[in-house]
């Protein structure tokens, strides 16, 4: 299967070309025909599967296909995503497939200045990238009319749900017209995911990859048993002693991720650590220096990782387990991405056994001991 295959025009298939994809993943290969027919689609696939490339390679397809015929430009494609990373991670993807054609994007979410985002909403934008407070706040100040929207993407709404978005998404849902093409996609199909999905979605096609408890099976993962005091000492003997060259941490607290990334620094490891008590613009620069590789070691917290997209990302390392199974598959899932392969570690307290019980029984197979360390 190609991208040709798949009917995208020839600008959208050079773009590809450039970007190096040989061909479309099976999110892209099952969602865009169905998009480009004009089809809802109800999409059940989590970041690393190409769910961007799946919504926004048909989005630009039909409004280049329109653009002729509208004279002023006005937002016809909204975009709405949880966190302002996965925004610019999102419009990142529209750049760089949208190179060719003439078509105008722009990315509005909190937590900056309102006033470059909305010098550039009033050049006049085709397609907007959105966080849900930011775009209200701008739709209350009369810079963004939905009136002309034509497609609507919900992505990764069970974040959206969990992140208490959903008065939000409410209050933007009754702004769009009646008549749009809407795509929806989250990494589960919990019930009030299906919910909201079934006030959005007129005869949806629905498609499904790696369903969240199964992305596992490209990550090779082991998990360390250690005492809480000794996990540092863990985390620069292994860092120390191996060939590991960029890895993302996980921490479950905000100032666990500090006091991780300053001990590592301490050791002589160039480490960053990034959470919601960050700045935006500090959050952006550790994740710059992380993907050019500046920087080693980047500390998150589950929040402020969420989409992170980072190529060829080879360790994730679960410095705490999280409380929740699914958030361990979501991790671990930033590496192993679009087929590559990927090494997941874990460290596991006496108290945190409980949590690594439910991951092995979500994802349906044991980790990996690794008994033999010094702080075991
Ligand atoms: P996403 O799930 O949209 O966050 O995409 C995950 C990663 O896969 C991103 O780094 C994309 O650039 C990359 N990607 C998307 N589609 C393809 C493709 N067809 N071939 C190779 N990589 C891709």
Redesign the pocket.
């Known amino acids: 299967m190609t991208f040709s295959n798949l009917k995208l025009i020839k600008p959208l298939v050079l773009a590809?070309e450039k970007?190096?994809?040989?061909?479309?993943?099976p999110i892209?290969e099952q969602s865009i025909p169905h998009i480009l027919e004009g089809r809802d689609i109800f999409g059940c696939?989590?970041?690393?599967?190409?769910?961007?490339?799946?919504f926004a390679l048909p989005i630009l397809q039909l409004l280049e296909a329109k653009k002729t015929t509208v004279a002023q430009k006005s937002i016809k494609a909204l975009i709405l995503a949880p966190t302002r990373e996965l925004a610019i991670?999102i419009s990142d993807?529209f750049t760089a497939y949208g190179k060719n054609l003439g078509l105008a994007h722009t990315t509005v979410f909190g937590g900056v200045s309102q006033n470059l985002q909305v010098k550039d909403l009033k050049r006049g934008v085709d397609i907007l990238i959105a966080t849900p407070g930011r775009l209200l706040d701008l739709m209350q100040q009369g810079f963004i009319k939905l009136n002309a929207i034509e497609y609507f993407v919900l992505d990764e709404a069970d974040r959206m749900l969990d992140m208490g978005f959903i008065n939000d998404i409410k209050k933007v849902i009754a702004k769009l017209p009646a008549k749009k093409q809407t795509l929806f996609f989250s990494a589960t199909a919990a019930p009030d995911i299906m919910k909201l999905a079934n006030t959005l979605l007129k005869n949806p096609v629905s498609v499904s990859v790696n369903p969240v408890s199964s992305t596992a099976t490209l990550v090779s993962q082991s998990v360390y048993y250690v005492k809480k005091e000794n996990k540092r000492a863990l985390l620069n003997y292994i860092l120390k002693n191996s060939k590991i060259e960029h890895a993302l941490v996980f921490t479950r607290t905000k100032r666990g991720a500090d006091k991780v990334a300053k001990d590592l620094n301490s050791n002589g490891i160039k480490a960053e650590a990034i959470h919601g008590n960050k700045s935006q613009g500090a959050r952006e620069r550790a994740l710059k220096g992380f993907k050019n590789r500046t920087i080693r070691v980047l500390v998150a917290t589950d929040i402020a990782s969420r989409?992170i997209?980072v190529?060829k990302l080879s360790h994730v390392i679960n410095y705490e387990l999280p409380e929740q199974a699914e958030t361990y598959v979501h991790r671990i899932g930033r590496t192993g991405?679009?087929?590559s392969t990927g090494i997941a570690l874990s460290f596991c307290t006496q108290d945190e056994m409980p949590y690594l019980k439910d991951i092995s029984k979500l994802i349906k197979k044991n980790i990996e001991i690794i008994s033999k360390h010094p702080f075991s």
């Open positions: 590809l970007k190096g994809y040989a061909e479309p993943t892209q696939a989590q970041t690393g599967t190409g769910k961007t490339a799946a991670q993807n989409g997209d190529d991405r679009a087929g």
